[in-house]
C-alpha cells in the first residue's frame, strides 16, 4: 500500500498544492461549491486544550458531510508510550505505533494535537509524537499544532492577509512577541514566518533580547527569503516593528535560553512587561490591522481598545479557520 500523504507542516503542500487550497478555501467561505466528504470519517486526537482547532475541524467534517471521532487524552484512551523499543512496564499500557495502527483501520484520517514535553527545547525541537503518529498511521495525519508546527493555522493566516492585503509579494508584516504569564508555543510563529517568506512578504521579526526563536527555524527562513524573493528582518524594538507596517501579528512564546525553567522564565518575561499591543502603537503603522492566533490575554497581550476596535482582524482570522480546514480535508481526503 501507497505510504499517505501527511500535514506535519505547510510546507509539506507544494507550491501549486498550497495555492489550490487556498483558492478552495475561498470557494468554501463563499459556499461556491468546493465537494462533499460523504461516508468519510476523521479522528481527532487532542493531548491538550483547543478552541478553535476543535471546533472548527469538528464543524468542517460535519458540514462536509463526513464523521468526526473526537478522542480527549486520558479521559477517553490509554496512556500511550511512544520510545521505540521500550520495555513497557510504567504507566502506559499502549504504544504509539499501535494506536495508530488500529485507529487507521477505523478512520479515514488522523488529526493530532500532541503536547510537548516541556523539559528541554533540544527534545521538542525534534517534534517526534507527531512525527511517531506519521510514521506509524496508515491515513493521513494532520498536525493540530505540535510543538514546532501549526500549519492549519498558517493556512488561515496567509487567507486573511491575502484579503486584507491582496498581493503578499513585497508587502510589510511585522511579526511581534507580546508579554503574557502563561506563553504559547511559537509553532505559530514559526509557520506564520515561512509561509509568510515563501509569499514572497518582507518580515520584521520583533522580541525582547533573549527571546530568540529556534535557530534551525530561523536559518530555513532565510533560505526561503532568499528563495522568494522575501525578506526577514529582525529586531528588539516592538515600536520600530510596528512603524509604517499594515499588518502586526502578535503573539507570546516562551524564551529557548529557560525553556524548562518556569522560575527563570517569569523574570524574564516581568523585565519585557511594557511589549503589548495598544492604539498609539498601532497609530503608527499604516492603517494597521491586528491579527493573533488567539487565544488573546486582553489588557497584557493586546489592549480591550484595539481588541474591541476597527483594527482588529482575530475574529476574521479564526473564521477563516473553519474554510481552510474544509479545503484541507478535501485536499488530503478527496483522493485518500
Ligand atoms: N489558534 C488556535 O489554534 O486556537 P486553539 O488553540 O484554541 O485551537
Redesign the pocket.
Known amino acids: 500500500m501507497d505510504k499517505p500523504r501527511h500535514l506535519i507542516r505547510l510546507s509539506d503542500l507544494s507550491d501549486n498544492e498550497l495555492e489550490e487550497v487556498l483558492e478552495l478555501s475561498q470557494r468554501q467561505k463563499r459556499r461556491s461549491g468546493g465537494g462533499r466528504l460523504d461516508g468519510r470519517s476523521v479522528g481527532m486526537l487532542f493531548f ?9 475541524l469538528e464543524s468542517a467534517v460535519q458540514s462536509l458531510g463526513a464523521h468526526a471521532m473526537n478522542l480527549t487524552a486520558m479521559s477517553d484512551f490509554w496512556e500511550l508510550e511512544e520510545r521505540e523499543g521500550s520495555v513497557m512496564d510504567g504507566m502506559a499500557p499502549e504504544h504509539i505505533k499501535d494506536a495508530a495502527a488500529v485507529l487507521s483501520k477505523y478512520v479515514d484520517a488522523l488529526a493530532i ?1 500532541p503536547a510537548a514535553q516541556g523539559a528541554s527545547w533540544d527534545v521538542d525541537r525534534r517534534d517526534e509524537r507527531i512525527r511517531s503518529w506519521a510514521k506509524h498511521s496508515s491515513v493521513p495525519v494532520i498536525n ?2 505540535s510543538a514546532v508546527w ?1 500549519p ?2 498558517a493556512l ?1 493566516d496567509i487567507m486573511t492577509l491575502r484579503e486584507h492585503l491582496g498581493e503578499l509579494r513585497g508587502a510589510e508584516l511585522a511579526i511581534t512577541w507580546v508579554h503574557s504569564p502563561a506563553p ?1 508555543s511559537a509553532a ?1 510563529v514559526h509557520s506564520l514566518l515561512h509561509s509568510a517568506l515563501r509569499f514572497g512578504m518582507r518580515v520584521r521579526l520583533a522580541h525582547p533580547k533573549g527571546f530568540e526563536i529556534d535557530g534551525g527555524v530561523l536559518d530555513e527562513a532565510r533560505e526561503i527569503a532568499t528563495a522568494s524573493g522575501g525578506a526577514l528582518e529582525q529586531m528588539n524594538s516592538l515600536q520600530d516593528a510596528a512603524r509604517g507596517v499594515r499588518v502586526v501579528y502578535a503573539r507570546s512564546w516562551q524564551s529557548l535560553e529557560s525553556y524548562g525553567n518556569p522560575t527563570l522564565a517569569a523574570s524574564g518575561r516581568a523585565r519585557a512587561k511594557d511589549w503589548t499591543i495598544h492604539e498609539d502603537l498601532l497609530a503608527t503603522g499604516t492603517e494597521a490591522k491586528l491579527m493573533h ?3 488573546v490575554r486582553r489588557n497584557v497581550e493586546v489592549t480591550d481598545e484595539v481588541l474591541d476596535g476597527p483594527r482588529s482582524m482575530l475574529v476574521q482570522q ?1 473564521g477563516n ?1 473553519l474554510p481552510s480546514t474544509k479545503a484541507l480535508l478535501m485536499h488530503f481526503l478527496r483522493n485518500a
Not at 491538550?48 to 472548527?56: C, D, N, P, V, Y
Request: charged share 25%; aromatic share 0%.
Open positions: 491538550r486544550g483547543s478552541l478553535r482547532t476543535r471546533a472548527s494535537r493540530m499544532e501549526h492549519m493555522q488561515a504559547a505559530v492566533a488567539m487565544p479564526a479557520r
